[in-house]
């Protein structure tokens, strides 16, 4: 080898490190208390080069944490279509502290992911058809596996490089972590994704937790590192402002310095203490970068071309693919890296070589040559192509790099399939997208990628970012001649990507319809298309039109012999049925169960089933809303379907907001809010519940702008089915706080899409809220006039909401006209009604409406029915109404009972709310189990509802419970006779 004067070299700088920790005692103390008390979660959060991987080291080797054993992974910066690599490089460790004997037979499912310690896992498993269950099940053998190490600690550092199967996993692992686990997570805050955030924003109340942002040295801090790395009592304090200065309290900028400036022999011992030479001469800049190129230009020729090969590989690598891509024979290589790792700007890391940091990589990789960087990235292409199995990103990397521009489109082609094929559709988009954008392509070729870059982006969960519509759109454009179905295709994905964003709804009708046209030969596509034209989305399309593509999706049906995307089309068909109060949808939601329960490894049938249930929540059939769910929930449950999961626990808490289960409901949501962050499409129910919770508990404030958010930007963020929920909360706020303006312009802005788009039983919903906006707003007439119209529209349909609804608006035009007695009767028919539903919120309010009538009469009966009211909303703990009616009862002085402080109101011999809420379950055949879930409250709770129940009205069983008040049922026939005034 030559030597350093023949190469232009100098004395290679050596590496310089701290022997001891400095300016981190606290966060190394927090991080200890939480690792030592798991289950628990800590992250680590900092700048790059701030010491996050120096902390977890240091935690590490720790005296309190001795016995635990750590299993250690990193997110690389080049990701590969293969997920979860940091977990199973974490868990690859655990090969030697597990024998098959005492593993659960899931963890078999890993064997084919951990080749290096199959041998000591239980028997691979068969493999499931449904991909989604397969992830999960996955899932569940690294969480197994975790756990049966005994006393763990999981890191998982850099995640702000996380794949979607990383993040999806922790979520997955942080839901329920093994007893004897700690996670310790490390990112940078400024590039971390949302979705690695919310991990830890809604944990399990027994998994202890911390957080600890580290934060820049001080002057002094960066004095006391400087003195521990030179092995001295202390710097001079000038000294240590000019390396806090230039490394902007980095440590490792501290380290890159103080090698730098030592090399150059321009630090001194002077009077016991360390200071720069000529302080006010020297001019380093300030950073990294100059402080990494002079000390690699303080290495032999040979070590700076290794470093260069390193730069350009940028993750760790085996030295044979090092050695390959630098340009070095092999024995003059070696010496070389030898040297390059002495010299500490590289690092030995578990059998692998590469930079201790990404700033030394950008630092050493942008000072090499353009035409020396793309030699070495063609060498690197063919190192890593040699690997096995290949690692398809790293080559597609390399090779775009490389200027390989055709062997780059086949390597990234491949791995947007592998990254598909595993799920990884963010990868996939990134990956096609990138290629569309930047490499020559011909005609074909780029309206075949386009195709399958639209269908990536719609299955994609965390690239809200992404926006393909460009490409799309120019696939289409000449000179491009396609085929009629390629064509319908790509309309397709044109109208649905703008139906998943939420923007210009003629378009989307527009593009569906074009796709219509053109997919004659594709009967399953083509009815997804003609679904989208059968959703009511732009106004002055009649209503009958809207039905007559339904109509024609229900007989194209047999055609389709897909059994996923049939059951996906009858889910659609049935959901919108339910929408437009056709009762055919229970024929559709029986034919979905059947055909999903005769083939239950297929998550496709309980997708359909979820998204029915959540449509009958909306439209008022909460009991069938909740068999629905819980039959989706199950099957979901048993093919491991994450997204099925999802779907039904959203618009379970939707249905237990409506049916008055609010015990632990607004932090429920709240969590659930956290886990949907980016599933926005999803998460629109749980927006609603928070909301409208806000609203009940007396939080006004957060309430206005969560309403006002919904209520005002529904067109794009929230559908029309779902809006009255929102809307009644929205108006009855408005209403109270004096803005009737604001009020009646929400009623005149939505009462028209709901008509025009007959969606009247999810809408009716809203009814009794427009019409006292309307009322409030001196348009009693108009009041009148909708209330009629409304009566007409849903008399024939399928809509159990209507008959509480209809008589509520009664009961307020009767109000207006100061009939007290028809108004009073009308208001506790309708509070009966909703009763019979399970809506006791809005029975309540039906009852307060009541007792304001009759103290305007004179009666004596508003008492009672006022206390009665107050006694629900207390059960409830609808903060916001108790102090109305409290302040109602101070004006009529009527006695009320103590403000309640604590413990469990006393109904004496009749049934609290709950407890008939309980009893009305239990009515209904469901087991303890059951109830317990769906109003989130313990096993114990119910009993004690039940006994109490069974007790109060002198009853023995619980069939003698369901005979009991299958008597009390009101009649709920929409025409009742009933008129108005």
Known sequence: MATPAETGGAAAPQRLR???????????????????????????????????????????????????????????????????????????ALGDVVTPSSLSPVIGALRPLLPEIAGRLPPQLPPLDDRQAERHRVFRGLAELLGAAGPAVLVLEDLHWADEHTIDFLGYLLGDPPRQLSVVLTFRGEEVAPAVRVLTSRLPGEVAQGQVAVAPLTDGETGALAAAILGTDQVSGEFASYLCARASGLPLAVEELLALL??????????????????????????????????????????????????????????????????????????????????????????????????AIQAVYEDVPPPRRQQLHARAAAAVAARQPVPLGQLAHHLRHAGDLEAWVDAAERAADQAAELGDHDEAVRLL??????????????????????????????????????????????????????????RFLQGLLLERTGGDPDGQRRRFAEAVADLDGRPGLKA?????????RVAGVPPAEHRRWLDRVVEILP????????????????????????????????????????????????????????????????????????????????????????????????????????????EHAAQLGDELRDHAYLRCDVDVVVACLALAHGELDDAAARLGALVGSAETAIDLDLLPVAMTSFVRLELARGEVDAAVAAVTR?????????????????????????????????????????????????????????????????AAAGRWDRAADMFLTAAERYRALRCPYEAAQAREHAARCWFAAGDARAQPTLRAALGSYQELGAVWDVDRVAGLARQQGVSLPARHRGGRRGYGPDLSPREREVAELVATGRTNREIARDLYLSTKTVDKHLSAALRKLGLRSRAALAHHLAGEVPPAAANSGESFP
Not at 528 to 536: D, K, N, Q, R, S
């Open 750 to 814: 939505w009462v028209p899409a709901w008509e025009s788009h007959r969606i009247l039983p999810p809408a009716v919903r809203a009814l009794p809220s427009a019409v006292e906006a309307m009322l409030a707003g001196g348009q009693a007439p108009e009041a009148r006039a909708l209330a009629q119209r409304w009566a007409r529209l849903v008399r024939d349909l399928d809509a159990p909401l209507a008959p509480a609804v209809l008589s509520q608006a009664r009961g307020s035009l009767a």
């Open 559 to 666: 055609e389709i012999d897909a059994p996923k995307l049939r059951l996906s089309v009858l889910g659609k068909v049935a959901m919108m049925l339910n929408a437009v109060g056709d009762p055919r949808w229970r024929r559709l939601a029986d034919q979905i169960r059947d055909e999903a329960g005769s083939d239950a490894r297929h998550s496709g049938g309980w997708d359909a089933l979820a998204s029915v249930g959540a449509e009958a929540c909306y439209s008022g059939h909460h009991q069938d809303a909740e068999q629905l769910l819980d039959t989706a929930l199950a099957g979901a449950v048993q093919v491991e379907s994450s997204v099925a999961q999802m779907m039904c626990r959203r618009s379970q808490a939707l249905l237990g907001y409506c049916r008055g289960a609010w015990h632990g409901l607004a």
């Open 433 to 490: 997208e990138d290629v569309l954008r930047h490499a020559p392509l011909s005609v074909d070729h780029r309206v075949r990628l386009t195709v399958r870059l639209g269908w990536a982006v719609a299955r994609a969960t965390h690239r809200a970012d992404t926006d393909p519509s460009d490409l799309l759109a120019s696939a289409l454009e000449p000179p491009h001649v396609l085929p009629p179905e390629l064509r319908g295709e790509l």
């Open 528 to 536: 997804l298309a003609m679904i989208g034209l059968a959703v009511p």
């Open 262 to 359: 030592r090399a150059r022999g321009t630090l001194a011992p002077v009077g016991g203490r360390w200071a720069r030479r000529t302080l006010d001469k020297l001019d380093v800049p300030i950073g990294i970068r100059d402080s990494v190129l002079e000390r690699a230009s303080r290495l032999f020729a040979d070590s700076r071309a290794m470093l260069q090969a390193a730069a350009v590989l940028q993750l760790p690598v085996e030295v044979p693919v090092l050695t390959a891509t630098g340009t070095l024979p092999e024995p003059r290589a070696r010496a070389a890296l030898t040297e390059a790792l002495e010299s500490g700007l590289l690092s030995w890391q578990d059998g692998r070589v590469g930079f201790r940091h990404a700033l």
């Open 18 to 92: 701290s022997p001891v920790l400095v300016g981190r005692a606290t966060e190394l103390a927090r991080a200890v208390t939480v690792v030592s008390a798991p289950p628990s979660v800590m992250v680590i959060e900092g700048e790059p080069g701030i010491g996050k991987t120096r902390l977890v080291s240091e935690l590490r080797g720790h005296a309190d944490l001795r016995g635990r054993r750590f299993v250690v992974g990193g997110c690389r910066r080049i990701r590969e279509p293969f997920p979860l690599g940091p977990v199973l490089e974490a868990v690859r």
